[in-house]
């Protein structure tokens, strides 16, 4: 198992410019979540799923849009960056409704 | 808001056993109590969790009080290996993972 996989690892977008950030799971699980981590910062929770078609909003969602069309895939898209969105990107998984969450290593982006 | 409070920073020596204090007085009884830790700027990693009892894995014992207000996660034996950011989190089945600041705990060579 490859586990949770996020592409790309770095990215630097133009204000104004539009990404996906992907994110993706081989362990079958039902719940995916996007953080963000700010430097010097905890992780603040953008968008969840807790299965595919149903997605919802965490602490900061506002710039970000989410879907979720299967239980593998869960990609964070930025519709138009702003230097605000600089930040390290962490994708996670979770199976059933009290296991631990598993985590990728996380995209770096920069917004210039 | 995050439903936890932790220390800052904390400090151990190698070898020793690391203590990590979490408060969480407005627990509610359907409430687990989490452990992660991202080391530097790693993905965070599941540690250990509990509901009432106390826990222990091959990583760490998780000690909750009796009224729940409370827990302690004990690393056992540190290492420079586990100097990270530890986080205690408080979720009921279904529930958000939401983080707090958690503590940066350095072990000391």
């Known amino acids: 198992n490859a586990g949770v996989t996020q592409t790309p690892k770095f990215q630097v977008l133009k204000t104004g410019q ?3 950030l992907q994110c ?7 719940y995916m979540s996007w953080y963000r981590q700010d ?13 595919a078609g149903i997605t919802d909003q965490g602490e900061v969602p506002n710039g970000y849009n989410v879907s ?32 631990e969450a598993f985590f990728g290593q996380g995209t770096r982006l920069t917004v210039v | 808001d995050a439903k936890t409070t932790q220390p800052t920073s904390m400090d151990c020596a190698e070898g020793r056993a690391a203590n990590l204090p979490c ?3 407005t627990i509610s009884g359907n409430e687990y109590v989490y452990w992660y830790r991202q080391i530097h700027s ?4 599941y540690i250990i969790h509990g509901l009432k009892n106390n826990e222990t894995n091959e990583m760490a014992s998780l000690i909750i009080t009796e009224d729940r207000k409370s827990s302690t996660l004990i690393l056992p ?6 100097t990270a ?3 205690c989190i408080v979720r009921a089945r279904d529930d958000k993972i939401i983080f707090g600041k958690g503590t940066r705990l350095h072990i000391l060579p």
């Open chain 1, 18 to 20: 539009s990404m996906t």
């Open chain 1, 24 to 30: 993706a799971q081989d362990m079958n699980h039902e």
């Open chain 1, 39 to 51: 430097p010097g910062m905890g992780l603040r929770l953008i968008h969840y799923s807790v299965g």
């Open chain 1, 68 to 99: 979720r069309s299967t239980t593998e895939d869960f990609p964070l898209r930025l519709l138009s960056a702003a230097p605000s969105q600089t930040s390290v990107y962490f994708c996670a998984s979770t199976k059933g409704t009290i296991a």
């Open chain 2, 23 to 25: 408060n969480h007085s």
């Open chain 2, 42 to 45: 790693q993905g965070p990693q």
């Open chain 2, 77 to 82: 034996h540190a290492t420079l290996r586990d």
């Open chain 2, 85 to 87: 950011v530890y986080y």
